[in-house]
C-alpha cells in the first residue's frame, strides 16, 4: 500500500500530458482543470486508497507560452581576430558587425576599476556562441575590452530558457478598474481585458466578473452595483451634456 502521494510541479506535469483526468500512481488525485486564456488552472486533491483520507487541496498553473525553436549549438567554440570582438563589445543587442549579430551582452561584476561582462554573438548559421570581457571603467584607465590580445576566444553556447514567477500589488480598485465590462448584444456582460481582443467566436468571451474580479471576491452582488455606478454616472453625463446643449443654444 502506498502513502497518499502529494502533486509536485513534475507530477502535475505528468498529469497533463496524460491528456486525461484520472492519475494513478498507486493513488488518486481529485483533479480539477480549468482554463483562462493562457492561463491553466489545476486543483489536485490527493486521495487514498480508501477514497476517504485526503490532503488539503492544493493549486497549481500552468502557464502556455509559445517558444521559438531552440537555436542549433556548435560543437566547438571559435577564435575571432580580437578587434572584431573589441567591436563587438561595443555594438549594441541586435545590430551586426563583420558577419555577427550582438544576441545579449550581460553587466557580471564591477570591481573598483573594471566592469566584467558577458557577451554572446550570433553567426550567419544561427550559432550563438558567449565570451567574457573586462573593461575599464574610465577613459583614462584605458582598458578596452581584449586589451593586448591579438585573439579573443568564443565558446559554443546553448540558449537555456527558465520561467520566474514574479508578484506585483494592486489595489482591489485598480483591479475591478482594470477589468472592465461591456454588454453584449444578446444580453450578459464580458470582460473586456480577458476578453482576446479581435475574438470573432463568442466562447472566447470571458464573462464579467471573470475570475480574475472572482478571485478578489466580487460577488454577483456587488456586480449589480458596480453596473449600476456605472449606468447611473452614464445618464447623468448624458443629462449634463443635453442642458450643456441647451443652454448653449
Ligand atoms: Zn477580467
Known amino acids: 500500500m502506498n502513502a497518499i502521494t502529494p502533486p509536485t510541479p513534475e507530477r502535475v506535469a505528468d498529469l497533463l500530458a496524460g491528456g486525461d483526468n484520472d492519475y494513478h500512481d498507486g493513488n488518486d488525485w481529485w483533479p480539477s482543470i ?3 486564456g493562457n492561463v491553466v488552472d489545476i486543483a489536485i486533491t490527493p486521495v487514498g486508497e480508501d477514497y476517504e483520507t485526503k490532503l488539503p487541496k492544493v493549486h497549481f498553473q500552468a502557464h502556455v507560452f509559445q517558444v521559438t525553436p531552440a537555436p542549433p549549438v556548435a ?3 571559435v577564435e575571432l581576430a580580437a578587434d572584431i570582438a573589441r567591436e563587438l563589445a561595443y555594438t549594441s543587442v541586435g545590430k551586426a558587425y563583420e558577419g555577427w549579430t550582438v544576441v ?11 566592469s566584467h561582462h558577458w557577451l554572446v554573438i550570433r553567426n550567419e548559421q544561427g550559432q550563438h556562441y558567449g565570451a567574457n570581457y573586462s573593461k575599464g571603467l574610465t577613459e583614462y584607465q584605458d582598458t578596452r575590452p581584449w586589451e593586448g590580445d591579438t585573439i579573443a576566444c568564443f565558446e559554443a553556447v546553448s540558449r537555456q530558457t527558465t520561467v520566474v514567477q514574479s508578484h506585483s500589488w494592486v489595489t482591489r480598485t485598480a483591479l475591478i478598474n482594470l477589468h472592465d465590462w461591456d454588454e453584449l448584444i444578446f444580453g450578459g456582460f464580458y470582460c473586456t481585458h480577458c476578453t482576446p481582443d479581435d475574438t ?7 464573462m464579467w466578473p471573470c475570475p480574475s474580479l472572482r478571485a478578489a471576491g466580487v460577488t454577483d452582488e456587488e456586480a449589480i452595483k458596480l453596473i449600476a455606478a456605472r449606468r447611473a454616472a452614464v445618464t447623468e453625463k448624458s443629462r449634463r451634456d443635453a442642458q450643456g446643449e441647451a443652454g448653449a443654444r
Open 104 to 114: 545579449e551582452r550581460e553587466d557580471i561584476d564591477t570591481t573598483r576599476w573594471k
Open 34 to 36: 480549468s482554463t483562462t
Open 75 to 77: 560543437a566547438e567554440g
Open 200 to 206: 470573432d467566436d463568442p466562447d472566447d468571451n470571458v
